[in-house]
């Protein structure tokens, strides 16, 4: 199984970026998949995931209202729509799937497969 994520760079606040996760070896409609984030000096956060049955849930208090997951099942990829974004986003940005289909969304622990991270630097 293979996660690659991609779409990071550096942007100026207030502007949009989409993350891409291309999924290999697994359906990302038959498992959990989701996105973390880990700021500089920070421990990994959870920012959103969505269900094997296609149901968002737990976006972070943080980016609620602003970020957005979704998910491609032909191209086997989910996406992160990032809008208004702050320069407390910047982070490395990760996705993961839980082939288990657990109920706790956003613990890292539920995850078994992890893409590499792409980098998000949004300059004010």
């Known amino acids: 199984v293979q996660l690659q994520a991609s779409g990071g760079g550096l942007v100026q606040a207030g502007t949009s970026l989409r993350l891409s996760c291309a999924v290999s070896?697994?359906?990302?409609?038959?498992?959990?998949m989701a996105w973390f984030r880990q700021a500089p000096g920070k421990e990994r956060e959870f920012v959103v995931a969505i269900r094997w049955s296609g149901s968002k849930t737990g976006t972070a208090d943080s980016v609620k209202g602003r970020f957005t997951i979704s998910r491609d099942n032909a191209k086997n990829t989910i996406y992160l729509q990032m809008n208004s974004l702050k320069p407390e986003d910047t982070a490395v940005y990760y996705c993961?799937?839980?082939?288990?289909?657990?109920?706790?969304?956003?613990?890292?622990?539920?995850?078994?497969?992890w893409g590499q991270g792409t980098q998000v630097t949004v300059s004010s």
């Open positions: 070896g697994r359906a990302v409609n038959r498992n959990n």
């Open positions: 993961a799937l839980d082939s288990g289909r657990s109920v706790a969304v956003s613990l890292e622990r539920s995850y078994d497969y």
